[in-house]
């Protein structure tokens, strides 16, 4: 299992809101390609590895706002599950990120692509979450939904 | 005290948070949330709404409020709470409980505070836990919480008791943690065998202060295990008082799970941390007084 902390120059609530929804994990998790959102507790994952194709779905098994968020893999052919948490630093207005993400398959043992994928998921977590903390403080990582939304609420409110 | 019906009628002028129960004005929530809310300078005030079953209706007004920005729920709403609400998180669901309901921009969100209030109150004894038995005495909505919490520690069964451990309606297993339901007849045997008692009974509350879950042959039993109380008034009950005496490892009091409680439901409205200390010191002196 990869295990990795990053402290991010942001409050609490703000860093939680980046983090909570699986459908962004690709955004920085370079070893994810696409999450799809199946209702409020289920997403499954798309990635390649090697060429060959892993499709997931997974289940919230936590999810206490501002606090952390975890999630179980319950079919496909590649297991995994993550846990993140979120501890509030200099009285909320920093955020520290403790990480947790495990792959393995369903059965056997991990060979080939796969191994090195899952071998090498404690660097490439490091350096995600670096990009993650870089997009997160720069206001970049959810500038596009940011925007999408106010262009809904504009249309809203023309609406109305 | 207003009712929730007067309440959603003549509402704060600003900004507030609530609790919801019945009864509901023994709560101390009210004096520890606003504790917290002055020391972050948070515009908002926190109050207690009684709200006896036949009131619950109105939950929907209250809901609609313009200043309402978050609510915790009590006796005997819980369960309750969880119809109108858009979305529950899944450990809350699992127990069959919501405390904390959060006001999102997507809608309604309910939590379960409980279960991290015990998971903080034990987490610091968590190396005597793992892999271990835990024994529950009592069999409704705070025992179901401890022993979902039970999970983050890695503990392999909860021996819940009840007196009608039959009807007690309980799953095989909760939030991952294997359950046995077991009868007070069997709780001797259970103590010797596992490693954290957790009394959730009311036997020992105020005042009715001399009570309690264990009897008197079977304290030597809670030498050296962890033994919580999640009574909070007195803050040492009879039960604490046989786990010191029998030399258990640690005892822990109601008042840590309940102030862990009330600052994960702080956490959820506002992302700020809650002033512990200053919370724990007005509790002592409120109950001090009781």
Redesign the interface.
Known sequence: MAHQSIEVNLPLSKVYESLNSPVDFPRFMSGIEEVNKINSQTYEFKTSIGGEEYKWTTNIIDDLRNTRFAWITINGNLNQTGTIRFTPLENGTRTRIDFSLDYRPFFGEAEGELKAFIESSEDQLLKDLDFLRQAVESGTFKEKEEVEESEVSDQQQAAV | MKQLQDFVHTPPPGPFYAVIGHPVAHSKSPLIHNIALQHHRIPAVYYAVDTPSDAFAWIGKLFGLQGFRGLNVTIPHKSRIMEPLD?I???ALEVGAVNTV?L?RNGL?G?N?DV?GFEESLREHALLLTGGRAVILGSGGAARAAAASLKTFGMHEALVFSRNPASAGWPESLNGVPVRMMAYEQLQSALSESALIINTTPLGMHPYTKASPVSEPQIPFLKDKVCMDAIYNPQETAFMKQARSAGARAVIGGLTMFIAQAA?SF??W????FPGEKAARAMMEELGNV
């Open positions: 979305l998180d899944p450990v959060h999102h969100i939590y505070t991290t994960a956490r959820i506002t992302g700020k941390t």
